[in-house]
């Protein structure tokens, strides 16, 4: 297991209030197809958004901390052989820490909240 940590989900605003109407995030439609919700951590950020969101605005970045999912979630080798936090289940609203909004700059990147900025 690892040790617990703040670990983050960029959804879409969209998906976002599914979640609100519902009291639970399902998931995204790739989270849907794979079987789990894709979070990353906070040195994966950037790269994820990069992949994944490129250009895109009304996105919403979440945190939760790791050690409250229990074993639904699991660490997993992904892009680069790197571990990525995988929650196999819904996410109750409840165990969410934060939600921000993550909005472009002129350049057209993800302007990540105060703290993430140098991770």
Known sequence: MMESQLIYK???KA???IAQREGVFRGAPVDLADGFIHFSTAAQLRETAARHFAGEA???LFSVESATLGDAL???ISRGGDLFPHL???L???QIISVEALP???AGRHCFP???DDE
């Open 104 to 106: 472009l700059d002129a």
């Open 92 to 94: 109750p609203l409840e």
């Open 88 to 90: 196999y289940g819904v």
């Open 15 to 17: 998906e976002w209030e």
């Open 10 to 12: 960029i959804c879409r």
């Open 74 to 76: 699991r660490w997993e």
């Open 58 to 60: 009304e996105l919403l």
């Open 114 to 116: 105060p703290g993430l």
